[in-house]
């Protein structure tokens, strides 16, 4: 008793960093506050958008076959060990790489400028999704009439008009839904050069997202686990309440149909498996260092293998439900107005914000299931964007943990950050936004940089730090060891899956347009490969930094720096001994996560 004593009393005591006093790094409050946060931080506007349109497109239920196959080879492996890492390590997506290869910081500094990057482009989306929300509050919804002031003479309401042609076309057809869109809430220019005005309504909306963003992540850990229980579980209700009603409609059959009718011809084309790979990457919210955050604030004897394994599934097994939802609504559609439903069905923002608000519009109480679509979208993205803020939160704590935890600095730090990002972000919601937006999406958050990423990290974990030694690690943690499958796959497999895809994505290098017509500017190009670069150029940065201030031969030098720092699990076991023994004092059980 009286050590138990001693015990509690230390572990009152702050954590002393030089002459500064340290608060403790949080933790969890339970075990479903890190399941939804992941949970949120995965399932996104890509599951509803962009997972059911490809599987459409490359072949139905063929699909699956790439899908499933780099999902196993590339998306669980990569996802255990980033989560592992976190929680071994218990620290954010900077700290964790210097523990275990100080060498390859550089990983770290490159996911965090990656995330930065893309909270900036990302939130966009969720201003004109607050647009149309506050529109679905009207009498009659404004894109399903012709009678506004931004219409021109040849607008024409789709409910009525009944053709073969393709209107869906973005650029050519004038319906009242495409008007609104591309009138009223972009009000898009003829290119990234002509940059015009800012739209005032979509900055109030941004400014909006970003303060309900700063309150969610204000103070760290608690406050994240905590807006996880609503931002996290309401989309799956909405969700659901969406494909029932999606059952119902006339159609729907017709269009679920379409979505998995397997087409094996179509696993001959290289550029599906392409997709599949590019699918599981961009879904997954790998290489970014989210899953290493949310993963540090677990407690040391967390099973984050079986966790992973759970979160992987959960993850696809939506995109393969909001398929139903969408593509249910999607053979309503082309019932009724009499066009086959490869016209209807889009990809990305054509399928949120030009084909859903139509279909909404052939609905019984259109404002109710337009309110109900858009409300989904908002928070499917918040989670995920806020989960990206407290990463990058996390890595400066990490860092910098006397100088930000004291007093209200950190508030003040993520207050900075949010003002920078919004500020920089009012050119998105210009009315050459949607062009800058574009290659935000192109160049930073897919393609190349991720891949690079995979790499690096499989290669690290696998080869330097040792793939056995890190599978030791996490039988340390949880009792045993993971799959041998798993372990070959951060050694042989998913490097080489991964630099095939890189390979070929550069074989097959097209220079992006905008809706398949416009040609950017050469300097909008360098614009994006400036932003695709400005990441990975931190890993050779930090690499020779690190070999410049070594000491001995340079063989030395990265033999040093290649060898983990300390052994990380030895204060998160201390601690959680010491939490666990405070527990027993206060009378309460050990409620360690198992």
């Given at each position: 008793?009286?050590?138990?004593?001693?015990?509690?009393?230390?572990?009152?005591?702050?954590?002393?960093?030089?002459?500064?006093?340290?608060?403790?790094?949080?933790?969890?409050?339970?075990?479903?506050?890190?399941?939804?946060?992941?949970?949120?931080?995965?399932?996104?506007?890509?599951?509803?958008?962009?997972?059911?349109?490809?599987?459409?497109?490359?072949?139905?239920?063929?699909?699956?076959?790439?899908?499933?196959?780099?999902?196993?080879?590339?998306?669980?492996?990569?996802?255990?060990?980033?989560?592992?890492?976190?929680?071994?390590?218990?620290?954010?997506?900077?700290?964790?790489?210097?523990?275990?290869?100080?060498?390859?910081?550089?990983?770290?500094?490159?996911?965090?400028?990656?995330?930065?990057?893309?909270?900036?482009?990302?939130?966009?989306?969720?201003?004109?999704?607050?647009?149309?929300?506050?529109?679905?509050?009207?009498?009659?919804?404004?894109?399903?009439?012709?009678?506004?002031?931004?219409?021109?003479?040849?607008?024409?309401?789709?409910?009525?008009?009944?053709?073969?042609?393709?209107?869906?076309?973005?650029?050519?057809?004038?319906?009242?839904?495409?008007?609104?869109?591309?009138?009223?809430?972009?009000?898009?220019?003829?290119?990234?050069?002509?940059?015009?005005?800012?739209?005032?309504?979509?900055?109030?909306?941004?400014?909006?997202?970003?303060?309900?963003?700063?309150?969610?992540?204000?103070?760290?850990?608690?406050s994240t686990g905590k807006a996880s229980y609503f931002t996290a579980t309401f989309p799956f209700i909405?969700?659901?309440?969406?494909?029932?009603?999606?059952?119902?409609?006339?159609?729907?059959?017709?269009?679920?149909?379409?979505?998995?009718?397997?087409?094996?011809?179509?696993?001959?084309?290289?550029?599906?498996?392409?997709?599949?790979?590019?699918?599981?990457?961009?879904?997954?919210?790998?290489?970014?260092?989210?899953?290493?955050?949310?993963?540090?604030?677990?407690?040391?004897?967390?099973?984050?293998?079986?966790?992973?394994?759970?979160?992987?599934?959960?993850?696809?097994?939506?995109?393969?439900?909001?398929?139903?939802?969408?593509?249910?609504?999607?053979?309503?559609?082309?019932?009724?107005?009499?066009?086959?439903?490869?016209?209807?069905?889009?990809?990305?923002?054509?399928?949120?914000?030009?084909?859903?608000?139509?279909?909404?519009?052939?609905?019984?109480?259109?404002?109710?299931?337009?309110?109900?679509?858009?409300?989904?979208?908002?928070?499917?993205?918040?989670?995920?964007?806020?989960?990206?803020?407290?990463?990058?939160?996390?890595?400066?704590?990490?860092?910098?943990?006397?100088?930000?935890?004291?007093?209200?600095?950190?508030?003040?730090?993520?207050?900075?950050?949010?003002?920078?990002?919004?500020?920089?972000?009012?050119?998105?919601?210009?009315?050459?936004?949607?062009?800058?937006?574009?290659?935000?999406?192109?160049?930073?958050?897919?393609?190349?940089?991720?891949?690079?990423?995979?790499?690096?990290?499989?290669?690290?974990?696998?080869?330097?730090?040792?793939?056995?030694?890190?599978?030791?690690?996490?039988?340390?943690?949880?009792?045993?060891?993971?799959?041998?499958?798993?372990?070959?796959?951060?050694?042989?497999?998913?490097?080489?899956?991964?630099?095939?895809?890189?390979?070929?994505?550069?074989?097959?290098?097209?220079?992006?347009?905008?809706?398949?017509?416009?040609?950017?500017?050469?300097?909008?190009?360098?614009?994006?490969?400036?932003?695709?670069?400005?990441?990975?150029?931190?890993?050779?940065?930090?690499?020779?930094?690190?070999?410049?201030?070594?000491?001995?031969?340079?063989?030395?030098?990265?033999?040093?720096?290649?060898?983990?720092?300390?052994?990380?699990?030895?204060?998160?076991?201390?601690?959680?001994?010491?939490?666990?023994?405070?527990?027993?004092?206060?009378?309460?059980?050990?409620?360690?996560?198992?």
């Open positions: 008793m009286r050590m138990a004593d001693s015990l509690c009393r230390l572990r009152c005591l702050p954590a002393q960093t030089g002459s500064q006093t340290v608060k403790e790094r949080g933790k969890w409050g339970s075990k479903k506050e890190f399941i939804l946060s992941v949970a949120g931080a995965l399932i996104g506007l890509g599951n509803i958008w962009r997972f059911p349109y490809l599987c459409y497109k490359n072949g139905g239920g063929a699909f699956f076959v790439p899908y499933i196959l780099f999902l196993v080879t590339c998306g669980i492996p990569l996802f255990i060990l980033e989560t592992a890492l976190g929680q071994y390590t218990s620290r954010g997506g900077i700290m964790c790489w210097r523990k275990v290869c100080p060498l390859f910081e550089g990983i770290g500094y490159a996911s965090q400028i990656i995330i930065f990057y893309g909270s900036i482009s990302y939130i966009v989306i969720l201003a004109w999704a607050f647009l149309y929300l506050f529109s679905s509050f009207s009498g009659e919804l404004p894109w399903a009439t012709c009678n506004n002031t931004w219409n021109t003479d040849s607008c024409v309401v789709l409910n009525n008009y009944n053709a073969t042609a393709n209107w869906t076309s973005l650029m050519n057809a004038s319906s009242s839904v495409i008007e609104f869109w591309q009138r009223r809430v972009l009000n898009i220019s003829t290119g990234i050069e002509a940059l015009g005005n800012i739209r005032w309504e979509l900055s109030l909306c941004l400014l909006l997202a970003w303060i309900i963003c700063y309150f969610c992540v204000w103070k760290g850990v608690k909405m969700l659901a309440v969406l494909f029932l009603r999606g059952l119902t409609l006339p159609g729907a059959l017709h269009g679920i149909k379409y979505y998995l009718y397997p087409n094996p011809a179509r696993l001959a084309d290289p550029q599906v498996w392409m997709d599949a790979g590019t699918q599981i990457f961009y879904s997954y919210a790998i290489c970014l260092g989210c899953l290493t955050t949310l993963g540090s604030y677990n407690k040391y004897n967390n099973n984050c293998y079986r966790d992973s394994f759970y979160l992987c599934l959960f993850n696809s097994g939506t995109s393969f439900i909001s398929g139903f939802a969408i593509f249910s609504v999607l053979g309503y559609m082309s019932q009724k107005q009499g066009v086959d439903i490869s016209a209807v069905a889009e990809s990305g923002p054509g399928l949120v914000f030009i084909v859903y608000p139509q279909a909404v519009t052939l609905l019984p109480w259109p404002q109710f299931w337009s309110a109900c679509f858009f409300t989904m979208i908002i928070l499917l993205g918040i989670d995920s964007q806020f989960v990206g803020l407290e990463s990058i939160m996390t890595s400066l704590t990490d860092i910098y943990p006397s100088q930000i935890q004291r007093g209200c600095r950190r508030e003040l730090l993520l207050m900075l950050i949010c003002a920078f990002s919004y500020v920089f972000g009012l050119l998105m919601v210009s009315e050459a936004g949607v062009y800058i937006l574009q290659i935000f999406d192109h160049y930073v958050c897919s393609g190349p940089a991720i891949l690079l990423m995979a790499i690096f990290q499989s290669v690290i974990i696998g080869w330097i730090y040792g793939a056995e030694r890190f599978c030791n690690n996490i039988e340390d943690m949880i009792g045993y060891k993971p799959l041998s499958l798993i372990k070959y796959c951060w050694l042989y497999v998913t490097p080489l899956v991964c630099s095939g895809t890189l390979v070929f994505l550069l074989l097959k290098y097209t220079p992006m347009r905008f809706n398949k017509s416009y040609v950017y500017p050469w300097w909008a190009y360098c614009i994006g490969w400036f932003l695709a670069s400005s990441s990975i150029i931190m890993i050779p940065v930090t690499m020779i930094w690190k070999l410049a201030k070594g000491k001995g031969t340079l063989w030395q030098r990265l033999k040093t720096s290649s060898l983990p720092a300390e052994d990380p699990p030895v204060m998160a076991k201390e601690m959680s001994s010491i939490s666990a023994t405070l527990h027993v004092c206060r009378g309460g059980k050990n409620d360690n996560i198992q």
